[in-house]
Every structure is written in structure tokens, then in C-alpha cells.
């Protein structure tokens, strides 16, 4: 009896003194625990800690081989689910870490490393809302002090008015908590301050430089402000700390796809799929990248793939639709209709499934049940996020009435120099796409994307202007001094460079909402070049009618809306012609098909330029294209798109009202 008592005595020092070792020696904890192994074959804790002694030493697999068989015998271990799932992300074998990780947390769910791990992997795999909760829930079991548990328990509960509270009352008495500070940094982020949040991360990467996790949480803010260059400098330093973090390349993985560095992104999402094979949100993402690439059938396989590991996932479905050049098949509009009729999706794959259902309808010619189920798509995505067209037209008016002629004249000659930018405007779906991959054809300029830096510096105007107004920064623009308008347009020219690959002299900005902001970029920007893309408002506003967009464009989802939108459009527009006369070039989609050489020869006079052939032949350019139109640009002109919303015509009345006097007149602008 006292020699088993001395056994175990023994056992438990070893087993002491193992759990000791490991952050000591690892590779002598690991003979510390085979030793306790021989002496009883198979004991729990012995090969526990044999597993994490060959953790800490970088043998993943080899921990693999203890941990599996520890639980089958002890299923419900939490710490060594937690183990099991950390080695398994080591091996790239993601999407079995993030089921033993949830494992890990339902068994012991004030796991504070299991928590934070998860939301590594849900980060990686484009789960935001999880990770977030995975996140908060980590710091809620992290902390030791109440007052922190507190606001992140809150924050679980997304009660943040009661987090705020006592995070503030936390930074009163302690006011460089770093901990602190990156909370509050998140509840500002979920009230939409970001620029609260991205000043408080600042604070934190000040008092600590080597946060991490603050430091990825300022790229994140970064990248959603839309300042790549910040974004991708912050989460490289990441990677450079802790390259293996998939949350990090995840985000890596994005930006550098906003910025063009295409083969690196598909590089990284390259090697998050071979951790993450079954997650159907990472597909998708890779699969996107090689659009813009124009890998196409390899996009087509990975957008494949994504429904073969998620039958619902609707946005997989519209993006094969929204190529405009695949044909679904009918076991395709079977499974579509299936999960439909289920009703077993979220708000959101329903209607990416309708309106890829109405695309291929379309294709087929049914013309009813195609509009059928773009009204379907866009009521369901309109009840979700609303939109208040009056508003738009006030916007539209308050910039007429403070973008005087007299302003301009004022200001003439201020401003940045720079005549690099060439702006292509006007309304989505209006032919810019095309027009961009025209000019990107010559030797002198670069085509770029959509860039939101004009947007951007509104922004900032307006938060000058403590409003949220898109047209207050009217009256704060025209308060800057001559020193100031140039350091806005020379602010412009640095901030978009991260998109310039080649180069070559000229480049172009296509992002068509800055239609809005004529005004701001001729007084920062003078030299620079604006051309206005238009089409016919029926053609043009039933294209956005059946466009789904990723983000934005939220006048696109009703026909009266969308009208009224293309109204005040062409009202603004006839402003800035009579007020900036000659200053900016038009050009109609209709005339671009019928007489393309033409259209051509004009924007390159207007934009000092002698005609190359090349520009004719630009469906044979191999350059990235990131918008809709992707595929479409990449072959001839084609005109069987200009009667297309004929064939829907009977369905159209509330947009013909919206449009009123624009329509009757097109392509004459009405009196107004």
C-alpha cells in the first residue's frame, strides 16, 4: 500500500516537473514524459504533455500522433482538443483546427488561448462575425481585471453602450492600458467611428510598440478607410512577427489584391485553401483574384468548388452569373431554385441566388421569370439596407448651388499641378469599364481600378465640417487656402501610386460615383482630365436594376430610385458643363458601338494624345479588370446589349416616371 502511494507520489512529481520543463527545455520535457510513458504505458497526462513537449519544439505531426489517440479515449478534454487544434493549423489542416477548437471552447468555454485561436481561423476563412465574438470572448476569459471581464463580457452580449462605459471609466484611472484602449478601439469600430478607432489604435502601437494584435487591428481600420499603402505596410509587420497567423495572411491576401499585386494574393490564397479545403467563403475569395487576373476557367473551379463545400452560398452562384459570360446548366437552375424553395438560407444567399436565377433566365430568354426574380433580389436586399433617393437629390442640389461659377473663378490656377489622372465618371453600368480598357491600350496611360481616393477626401472635408453630408465640404473646399488645394491634389497623386505598376505618364481613376465630386477634383486637380460616361437611362438604369453590387451603389435596388439617381446625375452634370464650360469630355455608350474609332480618336484629342491602333484592339490586352464588366471587355464590341431592357419593358413604368424629362430628351439634356 505505501509503495503504490510512493508510485503515484513519484508520477505526480514527474508529471511536475514535465509541465515545468516546457518552457524551459521542451525536447527534455519530451523525454521527461516518454520516460513517464514507460513506466505506465498510456497514462492521460503523460502523453498530454508528451504532445505539447513536441508542440513546443515544432513537431506538429509527431503531436498529431499522440493527441488522436488520447482523444478517442478522453473525448471531452479540453486542453487536449485545445492542443489537437493548434498542432492542426501548424499542418495546414485548418478547417479540422476550427472543429477542434469549438470543441475545445464547448467543453471548457473560458478557454481564453482556445478562443483567440478560433478567431484566428474564423478571421482567416472571411467568418468576421464569429471571429469578432471568438475575439471578445477571449479577452472576456483573458483578463484579470474585473473591470475589463466586465466590458468584454458586454461586448459579447454586443451591449457596447455598457462596454464604452466601462472602458472609459477603466482609461480615466489607468490612461495607458493598452488592453484598454484596443477594446474601446473596437467599440468604436462597431458604432462605425473608425476614425476613433484608428486614433486609439495609434495610442496603443505608441505606448507598445510590438501589440500585435493592436497593430493588425489598425490595418484592418486602415484597409477598410481604404488606405492600402497603411494597410499593407501594418499587416506585413504582422507577418514578419508571426508569419504563420492565417487571420494575418488572410488579410495580406486582400489588400494586396485591392492594390493590383495579384500573384501574391493568389500566392496566399493559395496556401490558406491547402489549410482550409472545405471553407466555402475562402474559395470564393480566390476565385475573385483570379477573375481579375483573368485566369477564367480557373476562377469558374474555384467558384465551383465554393457551392460543392456550401450548396446555399448564394454569392457563389451570383458570381458565376455576374462573369456575363457562363451559361448555367440545368442541374445549376435545379439546385438554384432547390435552395430557394427551401427558404433554409439567409436573407443574403437568397437574394445572390435570385439574381443569379434572373441572369440566367435572362440568358435563356425567359424574360418574365428573369424579372420576376431580379425584383425579387432587390426588394429582399432593400429591406435589409434602406435608401432614401430624396436625400440624394438634395445632395445633388447643394453642391449646384455652392460649386458656383464665380468659385471656380476665384480659384483659377490653384491647386495641384499633377496632369497625370484622367477621370472617367458617371453612372455605373454606363460603359467606363470599357472606355478605361480603350485608353489603357496606349503607351501613355495606365489603367488602374475603381480608386476611392477622391471619396476619401470628401470624407475628411466633411469631417472638417463636423457633417456627414456628401455635399457640406463644399464651403470648407472653398475656405482652403491656394498652399492647401495644392497639398489636396498632390495628396491625391501620392496616395493612388501604390496603383501604378508601369511607368507610363498618364493613368486613370474609373471610380463613377466620383461624378458627384467634379467640383472638388477641378480645384485640387485642374490639369487633370474628366470624362463623362453615358448611356441610354433605360439601358443604363435596368443594367443597375439587375446588378447585384459587393458594397455600395444602394440606389441601384428599386426602379423609382434608380431613376431619380440618373436624373440628379445628368442635372449635376448639366451644372458643372455650364459653370466649367468645355472642361469635361462626353462620351455615349451608344456612339462607343456604333462608331468606336471615332469615339476613340475624340478622348485622345481631348487628352493631348496622338491615335494608336492598339486602343482598337483592346479586347486582346491581358491587363487585370476588377468590375463587373470584367469579362465583358475582353471581347469585341458587341451591340446586342443596347435593346436589352426593351425586352423587359413591360415590367419598366415606375423607372420611365422616375426618369421623366432626362428620358424623353436623351441624349439632350432638359432645362432644369
Given at each position: 500500500?505505501?509503495?503504490?502511494?510512493?508510485?503515484?507520489?513519484?508520477?505526480?512529481?514527474?508529471?511536475?516537473?514535465?509541465?515545468?520543463?516546457?518552457?524551459?527545455?521542451?525536447?527534455?520535457?519530451?523525454?521527461?514524459?516518454?520516460?513517464?510513458?514507460?513506466?505506465?504505458?498510456?497514462?492521460?497526462?503523460?502523453?498530454?504533455?508528451?504532445?505539447?513537449?513536441?508542440?513546443?519544439?515544432?513537431?506538429?505531426?509527431?503531436?498529431?500522433?499522440?493527441?488522436?489517440?488520447?482523444?478517442?479515449?478522453?473525448?471531452?478534454?479540453?486542453?487536449?482538443?485545445?492542443?489537437?487544434g493548434v498542432s492542426l493549423g501548424h499542418v495546414g489542416r485548418g478547417d479540422e483546427a476550427i472543429e477542434a477548437l469549438l470543441k475545445a471552447v464547448n467543453?471548457?468555454?473560458?478557454?481564453?488561448?482556445?478562443?483567440?485561436?478560433?478567431?484566428?481561423?474564423?478571421?482567416?476563412?472571411?467568418?468576421?462575425?464569429?471571429?469578432?465574438?471568438?475575439?471578445?470572448?477571449?479577452?472576456?476569459?483573458?483578463?484579470?481585471?474585473?473591470?475589463?471581464?466586465?466590458?468584454?463580457?458586454?461586448?459579447?452580449?454586443?451591449?457596447?453602450?455598457?462596454?464604452?462605459?466601462?472602458?472609459?471609466a477603466r482609461l480615466k484611472t489607468s490612461p495607458t492600458d493598452v488592453a484598454a484602449i484596443r477594446m474601446l478601439a473596437e467599440v468604436a469600430v462597431r458604432c462605425d467611428r473608425n476614425d476613433e478607432a484608428e486614433n486609439l489604435l495609434l495610442r496603443c502601437l505608441e505606448l507598445s510598440p510590438g501589440f500585435t494584435a493592436a497593430r493588425y487591428n489598425y490595418a484592418v481600420i486602415l484597409h477598410r478607410q481604404n488606405n492600402s499603402p497603411g494597410a499593407l505596410t501594418q499587416i506585413e509587420q504582422c507577418l514578419r512577427e508571426v508569419p504563420e497567423s492565417p487571420a494575418y495572411r488572410n488579410l495580406a491576401a486582400v489588400i494586396l489584391s485591392r492594390v493590383g499585386e495579384y500573384d501574391r494574393s493568389i500566392e496566399l490564397y493559395s496556401q490558406l485553401l491547402s489549410e482550409y479545403p472545405k471553407n466555402a467563403k475562402v474559395w470564393l475569395s480566390y476565385g475573385h483574384v483570379l477573375k481579375t487576373a483573368g485566369k477564367i476557367d480557373d476562377c469558374i473551379s474555384a467558384y465551383k468548388t465554393s457551392i460543392d463545400q456550401n450548396p446555399a452560398f448564394g454569392e457563389a452562384y451570383w458570381s458565376l452569373a455576374n462573369l456575363k459570360t457562363y451559361a448555367f446548366g440545368n442541374d445549376d437552375l435545379t439546385d438554384m431554385a432547390q435552395q430557394v424553395d427551401t427558404g433554409s438560407g439567409e436573407d443574403e444567399d437568397r437574394w445572390h441566388l435570385h439574381f443569379a436565377m434572373g441572369k440566367a433566365a435572362e440568358d435563356s430568354g425567359d424574360y418574365a421569370v428573369s424579372f420576376e426574380n431580379y425584383e425579387k433580389g432587390n426588394?429582399?436586399?432593400?429591406?435589409?439596407?434602406?435608401?432614401?433617393?430624396?436625400?440624394?437629390?438634395?445632395?445633388?442640389?447643394?453642391?449646384?448651388?455652392?460649386?458656383?461659377?464665380?468659385?471656380?473663378?476665384?480659384?483659377?490656377?490653384?491647386?495641384?499641378?499633377?496632369?497625370?489622372?484622367?477621370?472617367?465618371?458617371?453612372?455605373?453600368?454606363?460603359?467606363?469599364?470599357?472606355?478605361?480598357?480603350?485608353?489603357?491600350?496606349?503607351?501613355?496611360?495606365?489603367?488602374?481600378?475603381?480608386?476611392?481616393?477622391?471619396?476619401?477626401?470628401?470624407?475628411?472635408?466633411?469631417?472638417?465640417?463636423?457633417?456627414?453630408?456628401?455635399?457640406?465640404?463644399?464651403?470648407?473646399?472653398?475656405?482652403?487656402?491656394?498652399?492647401?488645394?495644392?497639398?489636396?491634389?498632390?495628396?491625391?497623386?501620392?496616395?493612388?501610386?501604390?496603383?501604378?505598376?508601369?511607368?507610363?505618364?498618364?493613368?486613370?481613376?474609373?471610380?463613377?460615383?466620383?461624378?458627384?465630386?467634379?467640383?472638388?477634383?477641378?480645384?485640387?486637380?485642374?490639369?487633370?482630365?474628366?470624362?463623362?460616361?453615358?448611356?441610354?437611362?433605360?439601358?443604363?438604369?435596368?443594367?443597375?436594376?439587375?446588378?447585384?453590387?459587393?458594397?455600395?451603389?444602394?440606389?441601384?435596388?428599386?426602379?423609382?430610385?434608380?431613376?431619380?439617381?440618373?436624373?440628379?446625375?445628368?442635372?449635376?452634370?448639366?451644372?458643372?458643363?455650364?459653370?466649367?464650360?468645355?472642361?469635361?469630355?462626353?462620351?455615349?455608350?451608344?456612339?462607343?458601338?456604333?462608331?468606336?474609332?471615332?469615339?476613340?480618336?475624340?478622348?485622345?484629342?481631348?487628352?493631348?494624345l496622338e491615335f494608336e491602333e492598339e486602343c482598337l484592339r483592346f479586347f486582346e490586352s491581358s491587363r487585370p479588370v476588377r468590375t463587373a464588366s470584367s469579362e465583358q471587355v475582353r471581347q469585341p464590341i458587341y451591340q446586342d446589349g443596347l435593346a436589352l431592357w426593351q425586352h423587359y419593358e413591360p415590367w419598366l413604368d415606375p423607372l420611365k416616371n422616375a426618369l421623366g424629362p432626362v428620358l424623353a430628351r436623351y441624349p439632350d439634356v432638359p432645362s432644369f
Open positions: 500500500m505505501s509503495s503504490d502511494k510512493e508510485k503515484r507520489g513519484s508520477l505526480e512529481i514527474a508529471i511536475e516537473r514535465t509541465a515545468q520543463l516546457l518552457d524551459i527545455d521542451p525536447a527534455m520535457a519530451e523525454q521527461q514524459a516518454e520516460e513517464i510513458l514507460k513506466a505506465v504505458p498510456n497514462h492521460p497526462p503523460g502523453r498530454f504533455y508528451l504532445a505539447m513537449a513536441r508542440r513546443y519544439q515544432g513537431k506538429y505531426q509527431q503531436a498529431l500522433e499522440v493527441l488522436e489517440p488520447l482523444l478517442d479515449a478522453q473525448h471531452e478534454w479540453a486542453a487536449a482538443w485545445f492542443e489537437y467543453f471548457q468555454p473560458e478557454h481564453p488561448q482556445a478562443w483567440r485561436y478560433l478567431g484566428d481561423h474564423l478571421t482567416a476563412t472571411g467568418d468576421a462575425e464569429k471571429a469578432d465574438a471568438a475575439y471578445a470572448r477571449h479577452v472576456q476569459c483573458a483578463g484579470h481585471d474585473p473591470a475589463l471581464q466586465e466590458a468584454a463580457a458586454a461586448m459579447v452580449k454586443k451591449d457596447v453602450a455598457t462596454a464604452e462605459r466601462l472602458l472609459k426588394a429582399l436586399y432593400r429591406s435589409n439596407y434602406g435608401y432614401d433617393p430624396d436625400l440624394n437629390s438634395e445632395r445633388c442640389q447643394r453642391l449646384i448651388d455652392d460649386f458656383t461659377a464665380d468659385v471656380f473663378a476665384e480659384r483659377s490656377g490653384l491647386g495641384s499641378d499633377a496632369d497625370a489622372p484622367i477621370f472617367i465618371v458617371g453612372m455605373p453600368r454606363a460603359g467606363s469599364t470599357l472606355l478605361e480598357q480603350i485608353l489603357s491600350c496606349h503607351s501613355q496611360i495606365e489603367g488602374t481600378t475603381e480608386l476611392p481616393d477622391i471619396l476619401m477626401i470628401a470624407q475628411a472635408l466633411r469631417s472638417e465640417a463636423h457633417a456627414d453630408n456628401i455635399a457640406v465640404y463644399a464651403k470648407v473646399l472653398a475656405g482652403k487656402s491656394a498652399a492647401e488645394l495644392k497639398a489636396l491634389g498632390d495628396d491625391y497623386i501620392e496616395r493612388t501610386r501604390i496603383h501604378r505598376k508601369t511607368d507610363k505618364p498618364l493613368f486613370i481613376d474609373k471610380m463613377p460615383n466620383n461624378f458627384l465630386h467634379v467640383g472638388l477634383i477641378h480645384l485640387i486637380l485642374p490639369n487633370a482630365k474628366i470624362i463623362d460616361a453615358r448611356r441610354h437611362p433605360m439601358g443604363c438604369c435596368f443594367s443597375n436594376f439587375k446588378q447585384y453590387y459587393a458594397r455600395g451603389q444602394n440606389f441601384s435596388y428599386n426602379l423609382n430610385d434608380v431613376g431619380q439617381y440618373y436624373a440628379d446625375y445628368v442635372k449635376l452634370m448639366a451644372h458643372f458643363d455650364s459653370v466649367l464650360p468645355g472642361r469635361i469630355h462626353r462620351v455615349f455608350y451608344e456612339d462607343t458601338v456604333a462608331d468606336t474609332e471615332r469615339v476613340v480618336r475624340g478622348m485622345l484629342d481631348y487628352c493631348g
